[in-house]
Structure formats: structure tokens, C-alpha cells
């Protein structure tokens, strides 16, 4: 465990010293306090306040940060940070511990933001000035009809009012996209809107109510990655044969996370000889989708799984040369190229709610068609 040691003050007796730490992998928060030099009555009294506050020591985390001030040896302050959003403070009161939550000031502001892709969506967004996540989270948007990691090309243009949680004048997160729009030269044009329904789920529609959802996605990875190797014959890296490959391979650093391209039956989760970590999923159609060499597994056989579920994460285990996924499908009992399958919508919205629904979008297409600054200018 790292600590760091400052001297703030030394007049005369008074002397202040600060040791900041970070939970470490399986440590307590006890433990920790200890590590830090605290006796056992003040650990009770420091977990007594953190617990009177809120605090749920089972949410405890690896990099949880801890910053202890004592003076003269004895702790006189302790702030726990979590994340942005959490963080507790115990500070003595004489002969007490006495503890409090701390409250970010933040407000949710709706903002129209456009990227245009140079190298990729990613590099967009810092290029436009937003956190490089919103290029997931956009992305998230279009995940039936775009693959992130074949068919953009420069010069494709994204443009979404979304929400952005906000402190100080600092973006902190994003929020719900509630309008999208993409222009690229290989998928055309394609614009999406959030909707909520009267029972209260929300999904995208477009412009016409027809759903944004299909029953399958256009790819396992959340996060982007490119295709190393595709479906048809090919030299096997390891056994050194030429064969049949039934999958595509997606080229991704080790612990992207993988998810359902449907919603689906896990129909086997587990050690396989060749595959490593695999997870195999049922869904309608008579079709079968399987994702190997996971590093992790995050489901069990039986488990019903909704699409975009997250099952596992990539990795490198069982006949593998570096990390990456194998990504299969099956359609009754024989393996199909899983890039070249087309798959109907989800049903369109009911026509009593396309009044409503128009409605209530009507502004957010406004937005998304006026005209950005840069347009103006050329």
C-alpha cells in the first residue's frame, strides 16, 4: 500500500501530518484504517460515523481514495472519496468522531453537440472538445444499424442534444442522448429519437415511429475494436492447418467488455478446450450466437439475457494468440457469417402515440437540422 507523507505545520508541539492511500485489491476499509495507524477505538469510531451517513462498506473498491490529517498523532479529519459523486468526511469533536456526506453541486444542462469523424469517432469527440466517452455513448445510439468498426469513414458527421451533468462549469458525465442524427458515406443518413412510453420505459424511434431497435446488433463489443480475421477458410495461427474459420475475430485490448447481440437463453458458460472462457446464447430464429476466449464470465447456463447484456469480457484464454474475440452464429445448427445478416425492427411505436411522439421530437429534429456554427461561417 502507497501512502504518502506531508508535513503541513510544525509550531512547537503542533505538528500536522497528511497520509493519502487508496484501498488496495481484497482490503477492507478496516484494514486499511489500521495500515494507517489508527487504534482499534478510533477505527470503531471513524467505521461508526462513515456507516451513520450512508456509507455501504460492501461498495468498497480498489482505488477508493482515503486522506487522513493528524495532528500532534492523533486523526483529526479523515475524507473518503469514492468518485465524483460520493465522498464522506469524519473530523474529531473533542473526544467524538462525527461524520458527514459530501454533496457535489451539479445541474443537468441539455447541450447540441457534433462530431466529425477524421480518424475516428473517438478522436472526434476530443477534436470537438467533449470527453472522449460520449463517442460511446453516442454510439450506443445507432448500435442496430452502424458498425463502429467497419463502417465509418472520414468525413462522417455526428450531431445528438444530449445531456451533460455539469459542476462548476465542468462536464462530469453525460446523461440521456434524446435525439441523434449520423451522415457517413457508407451508411447514409440515419436519425433516432428517445421516446417514453405510458408505462414509463423509454426506447428510440425514427422520424416515422418505426423502432431504432432490431432483435440483434450489429456487434458483441461495446467498445471499438477492428476485425482481424473473418468467416471462411484461413491458415489456423496456432495448429498451423488450413480450415474452416466459423467466426469473426475482433482485434480488442483484454477486458473490453462483450455483450449480447440479443435477448436470449445462455445455453452454455464455461471452460471449452479450443475456445477458453466461452459463453453461448439461444435466441429466436433458430439462431445461436457464441463468444470465446473470454478473460471473464459474467452469466450462467439457463440465465435468460436481455440484448446488450453484458456476458463476459474479452481475453486470451484457450487457443488464442493474444487477446481478442471469437464471435460466432448459428442458424439452425450451422454456422453463418454473422457480418453479412439482416434483421427485421422491433415493433413501431402504436399509432395512438405517433401524435404524442411527434410532438415531443418536433423541437429535438429542429436541433439536430440547424445549422452549427462552422456551416454558417463557410
Known amino acids: 500500500m502507497i501512502a504518502l507523507f506531508v508535513a503541513l505545520s510544525l509550531s ?42 450512508g456509507f455501504d462498506f460492501k461498495k468498497a473498491r480498489p482505488s477508493d481514495q482515503l486522506r487522513f490529517v493528524f495532528r500532534n498523532g492523533q486523526l483529526d479529519q479523515l475524507d473518503y472519496r469514492r468518485s465524483i459523486f460520493s465522498e464522506w468526511q469524519v473530523r474529531r469533536d473533542g473526544d467524538r468522531y462525527v461524520g458527514k456526506k459530501g454533496e457535489l453541486e451539479r445541474e443537468t444542462q441539455l447541450a447540441v453537440v457534433e462530431l466529425t469523424v477524421e480518424s475516428s469517432v473517438w478522436e472526434a469527440a476530443k477534436a470537438a472538445g467533449e470527453k472522449p466517452e460520449i463517442a460511446v455513448t453516442l454510439s450506443d445510439v445507432f448500435a442496430w444499424d452502424i458498425d463502429f468498426y467497419r463502417d465509418v469513414q472520414k468525413g462522417d458527421r455526428m450531431r445528438a442534444v444530449i445531456e451533460k451533468v455539469v ?7 453525460y446523461g440521456n442522448v434524446l435525439a441523434a442524427s449520423y451522415v457517413g458515406s457508407t451508411v447514409g443518413a440515419k436519425k433516432s429519437f428517445r421516446y417514453r412510453m405510458p408505462d414509463g420505459s423509454e426506447s428510440y424511434y425514427l422520424e416515422d415511429g418505426t423502432s431504432a431497435r432490431k432483435t440483434f446488433l450489429k456487434t458483441p463489443l461495446k467498445f471499438a475494436a477492428v476485425v482481424t480475421s473473418g468467416f471462411g477458410t484461413r491458415l489456423h495461427p496456432i495448429l498451423n492447418y488450413v480450415g474452416s474459420h466459423n467466426g469473426v475475430d475482433y482485434g480488442t485490448p483484454l477486458g473490453t467488455p462483450v455483450w449480447a447481440v440479443a435477448d436470449g437463453t445462455v445455453t452454455r458458460a464455461g471452460w471449452d478446450k479450443g ?17 470465446l476466449h473470454l478473460s471473464k464470465v459474467e452469466v450462467k447456463e439457463g440465465q435468460r439475457v436481455a440484448q446488450k447484456t453484458v456476458i463476459g469480457a474479452s481475453g486470451s484464454t484457450g487457443l488464442s494468440t493474444g487477446p481478442h474475440l471469437h ?12 457480418l453479412t445478416q439482416t434483421f427485421p425492427r422491433a415493433d413501431p411505436l402504436p399509432k395512438p402515440l405517433l401524435a404524442d411522439f411527434q410532438e415531443k421530437t418536433g423541437p429535438l429534429g429542429a436541433q439536430l437540422e440547424a445549422k452549427s456554427v462552422a456551416e454558417v461561417a463557410r
Do not use: W
Request: a positive charge; charged letters at 20%; glycine letters at 8%.
Open 12 to 53: 512547537g508541539t503542533d505538528l500536522t501530518i497528511v497520509k493519502n492511500r487508496r484501498l488496495e485489491q481484497n482490503a477492507t476499509v478496516a484494514k486499511t484504517l489500521f495500515a494507517a495507524g489508527l487504534d482499534e477505538p478510533t477505527v470503531d469510531a471513524v467505521q461508526g460515523a462513515l456507516k451513520a451517513n
Open 327 to 338: 464471435f460466432a452464429m448459428k442458424k439452425a445448427g450451422s454456422f453463418v457469417n454473422p
Open 167 to 173: 459542476s462548476k462549469g465542468r462536464v462530469l458525465e
Open 275 to 291: 475456445g477458453g472462457n466461452m459463453v453461448c446464447v439461444r435466441h429466436v430464429y433458430s439462431l445461436e450466437t457464441c463468444y
